[in-house]
């Protein structure tokens, strides 16, 4: 998993890179809730370099990217 933006600071996580083993089959939503990552503070998920969502399942070798909401105008 690879949290962009800081947002890693609003979970268990202490780097913006974290590799951990999950059940396979899990989804975004419950890996999210595991972590411990407050409702609203993802705004953009990909797994594998594609766009996500919460219902997504992720696998063994999954790669997880996570971005928060980006200000601006």
């Known amino acids: ?3 962009h933006g800081g947002i890693e600071k609003f ?8 590799t ?3 059940p396979d089959k899990i989804s975004v939503k419950s890996l999210l809730d595991f972590l411990s ?3 609203g503070s993802v705004e ?3 797994v594998n370099k594609k766009l996500a969502c919460l219902e997504t399942e992720i696998s063994e070798g999954d ?3 996570l971005y928060p909401i980006f200000p601006g105008g």
Do not use: Q
């Open 63 to 65: 790669t997880v990217d």
């Open 44 to 46: 953009i998920i990909t």
């Open 20 to 22: 951990f083993t999950v």
């Open 11 to 18: 979970s268990k996580l202490t780097n913006k890179i974290e």
């Open 1 to 3: 998993m690879k949290c």
């Open 37 to 39: 990552f407050p409702k």
